[in-house]
């Protein structure tokens, strides 16, 4: 019956390899480029841990990002949310409150934030693209509303807490510098892993992923559709809180707009990363591979000195190559 | 319905086909003659499909020769197939949900016109409407949205617009008909009429092939049948002179003792499930006791609430009042997570829109109700338990795969279905909800089943089987509930019950 005309096994093969491992090939390709047009200041540990640090804020969007996207669904709130959980803990860092008061309050507003869109898609009913969006509106209104619009920044954000993003952790010394593993890179690395452990070791993670395959076939196979998908919009509503506090300890400074930017990075992340699954399935470390073309796409076209909106349109154009190159070679094979 | 004109009207002749290594067609041959109703039948895999698919000039053929009324006639693409007035329907319909029952039957075509520009409505809906009335199904409305007809009226409408009179053309009638399982989605009452609608077609002179699993419908509409096996043809007969374990000693090239496997094991007297004026808003006031060990057929029209039944015991509809005792203990709160919980175990309707995920893999899918059973401390997966589970499932239900990752959307319906049902047995269920288990799948893959069914029912499960197939209903059951409009209309015994009597309680009427 199904009889598929059976391809010679190597052409099979390479088919196979393009289809899982396409993107990350391009990836390497990205970085032979830009390592032969600038052999000495690209392919260092320097330049390659500054990458890292870099691309933590975004990735610990991305990896949270992920835990939605694996169910088929969207969060366009984590860029607003980001701003608004990094503004509240400024402004009790202003108050003179403790940095684990300031922390533990962006983090709820993280939690609370992501319920209240998990509220709306898994117990109201509305598709995911419209409840956050219209979150998203709410959650950027919030964070102008209680600053007033003011950027907080110099002597309002304690030293302890924006030392923090200066810091890491040494790795040994080149030359007379000492080398740092930086504090947002291993931030940025653990949430990478719990994501990772959740998603692919947890029957919670395996629950989401028979979600975003076929929603009626999980819930009649025992899944508890509404309550899963409610904590999984409260993870990705924490990992857009984080996001947002490295960003102020990074900035040393918060405003009602900083982490706007997020969400479309994120999300073009994800897609990125689900080119490399067979099923077109969202996974963490697929993610980790977009996060990384898009950080180093960043650095390297600045190492270029390429106009920062050129910037943009290489990017974005890049991006919708490698879809569709991942849709052309699936179609041919 | 042996019509006079029983001479050959399509031939196709030395159909051969190699994909890569194996031999999809060898040889194959087929002779369809006017006013005939053609069976065409084979297990999964036989080659019915890429004959087919040759036919329809879709598929091209390595070497084949095609003769209509006796004269030589070549099919290069789908066009010419057309052309020469060959209609095919699958079993997975091309309609666009959206649109109306006219304009689907007019896909593909022009619409009538007005100034050459604006699409004359009237005249479409009146043409549809005639061609509709034509083959008896009147009652189908052409401005009906066609997502909100029923399966089997969905599939009437889709073959009605086979007989569209091309635009302007009348040059080519539809002649021959393909129907690969029409029936695999109707109900009993929807698959009359589809017959019904066969029989004008031959009426009329038309061929008809008729693929199906089904040996009743094929004892009772077809004059003729052809068994493939490994792309080869093993037999052509007429109907009178064959008879059903013939056919499947054909298909499968071994004789089965028997389809239905005896019962072995007594009935224990102990109540397993007893339910008590259970309501939904899709089924008013069951109630019926399930003992240990017994298999309770569940028989009845479409919209009989047989489907519903099941899905207000898992705990997918909601139940609105009544009462369900498990084990004697009263069950409040259903819920399809509860249900698997305690042991109740659901195969359902539709294997690949409610039972699977077709993208995960088959131990994703066959542990997934029982993933907490499965895990270290109901929080890691433990993969190794997983795989050993699978593959003692896979074993014990006789799937075919290559190995347990292997994602699901690649395996055969047959042994999707196979997944469906490992996925029931992997928690030790005490109760299994089985609705259509069998639909769609071959000889064989229906004889495992049927095994597994007993082998539970030994093991001392109660098991309430829905099913269309009334020989298989009797063939099982011990017991037969007969639903209809909603409610449990009798229940009978299945020892010494005809076909003729089942369909008759299905339709409403008592027996002494």
Not at chain 1, 61 to 72: D, E, I, L
Not at chain 1, 127 to 143: K, Q
Not at chain 2, 449 to 457: E, N, V
Request: aromatic fraction near 6%; include cysteine; charged fraction near 20%.
């Amino acid at each position: 019956m199904n009889t598929t005309p059976s391809i010679p096994h190597p052409a099979r093969q390479i088919g196979r390899i393009l289809r899982r491992f396409g993107t990350l090939i391009g990836f390497f390709a990205i970085v032979l480029f830009f390592w032969s047009q600038r052999p000495d200041t690209f392919m260092t540990v320097r330049n390659w841990l500054n990458i890292t640090q870099q691309i933590s804020i975004l990735g610990v969007v991305a990896f949270t990002m992920t835990v939605v996207m694996v169910m088929g669904d969207y969060d366009l709130s984590v860029g607003a949310m980001a701003s608004l959980g990094g503004i509240a803990a400024a402004l009790l860092f202003q108050q003179e409150m403790p940095v684990l008061t300031g922390i533990a309050v962006a983090l709820l507003i993280g939690v609370a934030g992501g319920l209240l869109n998990g509220v709306l898609v898994s117990l109201v009913g509305i598709t995911p693209f419209v409840a956050t969006l219209g979150m998203l509106t709410v959650f950027s209104g919030v964070a102008f509303f209680i600053s007033e619009g003011e950027t907080i920044f110099g002597r309002a954000i304690p030293e302890q807490f924006s030392d923090f993003a200066r810091g890491g952790i040494p790795l040994g010394t080149i030359g007379e510098q000492a080398v740092l593993l930086p504090n947002l890179t291993i931030v940025a690395l653990l949430v990478l892993l719990a994501v990772w452990v959740l998603l692919e070791q947890t029957t919670f993670g395996r629950r989401l992923y028979a979600i975003g395959g076929n929603k009626e076939a999980a819930r009649l196979g025992g899944v508890r559709l509404r309550l899963l998908r409610l904590i999984a919009f409260a993870v990705t509503g924490v990992g857009a809180a984080v996001a947002g506090l490295m960003l102020v300890s990074r900035l040393a400074s918060a405003n009602p707009t900083q982490g706007d930017g997020l969400m479309l990075d994120a999300i073009a992340a994800v897609f990125l990363g689900m080119t490399m699954s067979e099923e077109g399935e969202p996974h963490v470390l697929g993610t980790l591979v977009g996060v990384l073309i898009l950080g180093v796409l960043r650095n390297g076209l600045t190492q270029l000195a390429i106009d920062s909106y050129v910037q943009q349109i290489l990017t974005g154009a890049i991006i919708i190559l490698a879809v569709t190159l991942s849709r052309l070679i699936r179609r041919a094979s | 319905m042996m019509s006079s004109t029983n001479t050959p009207l399509f031939e196709v002749l030395g159909a051969t086909k190699e994909f890569g290594a194996t031999l999809a067609l060898e040889d194959a041959s087929l002779t369809l003659r006017a006013g005939e109703v053609h069976a065409l039948m084979g297990e999964n895999g036989a080659g019915k499909s890429t004959l087919i698919k040759v036919m329809a000039g879709v598929t091209h053929a390595d070497a084949v020769a095609y003769r209509m009324d006796g004269r030589p006639v070549h099919i290069g693409g789908a066009a010419d197939a057309f052309r020469l007035g060959l209609r095919f329907i699958h079993q997975e319909l091309n309609i666009v949900p959206q649109l109306s029952v006219a304009e689907n039957m007019h896909m593909g075509q022009r619409y009538p016109r007005r100034l050459g520009m604006f699409v004359h409505w009237g005249e479409l809906y009146r043409r549809s409407q005639q061609v509709l009335d034509t083959l008896g199904v009147g009652y189908i409305s052409p401005r009906a949205i066609i997502a909100r007809l029923s399966a089997g009226d969905q599939m009437l409408a889709k073959i009605a617009s086979a007989f569209m009179p091309d635009a302007g053309d009348a040059s080519r009638p539809a002649r021959v008909y393909v129907l690969d399982e029409p029936t695999a989605a109707l109900t009993g009452e929807e698959a009359e009429r589809l017959f019904g609608v066969i029989q004008a077609l031959t009426a009329q002179g038309c061929a008809v092939l008729y693929v199906s699993h089904r040996m009743d419908e094929i004892f009772r509409i077809a004059q003729r049948v052809t068994v493939m096996r490994d792309g080869r043809v093993v037999s052509e007969s007429l109907i009178a002179d064959t008879t059903p374990d013939v056919l499947i000693h054909d298909m499968t090239g071994r004789t089965l003792e028997t389809l239905y496997p005896p019962r072995q094991s007594a009935i224990s007297p102990e109540p397993l499930l007893s339910v008590e004026g259970l309501v939904t808003t899709k089924i008013r006031a069951v109630s019926f006791t399930l003992a240990r060990g017994e298999i309770m057929g569940v028989a009845g029209l479409s919209a009989s609430g047989r489907t519903e039944l099941l899905r207000a015991l898992m705990g997918a509809d909601r139940k609105l009042s009544g009462r369900v005792a498990l084990r004697g203990k009263v069950v409040n709160w259903i819920s399809p997570r509860r249900s698997w919980d305690r042991g109740l175990a659901y195969v359902p309707e539709e294997r690949r829109s409610q039972g699977l995920v077709l993208s995960r893999s088959i131990e994703d899918n066959a542990v997934l109700p029982h993933l907490d059973a499965f895990s270290r401390g109901r929080v890691f997966v433990n993969r190794r338990r997983e795989r050993r589970e699978t593959e003692s499932l896979a074993l014990a239900t006789r799937l075919k795969a290559r190995h347990p990752s292997q994602v699901v959307r690649e395996l055969s319906g047959g042994n999707q279905q196979k997944v469906v049902f490992a996925r029931a047995l992997a928690g030790r269920p005490d109760v299994l909800l089985l609705d259509e288990p069998t639909r769609g799948i071959d000889v064989s893959a229906k004889h495992d089943i049927y095994q597994l069914i007993r082998q539970k029912s030994a093991d001392g499960c109660g098991v309430l089987l829905v099913s269309s197939d009334l020989p298989e209903l009797i063939g099982l059951c011990d017991r037969i509930l007969v639903m209809r409009a909603g409610r449990a209309h009798a229940v009978v015994s299945a020892a010494n019950l005809t076909q003729a009597d089942l369909l008759r309680l299905c339709y409403g009427e008592k027996i002494s």
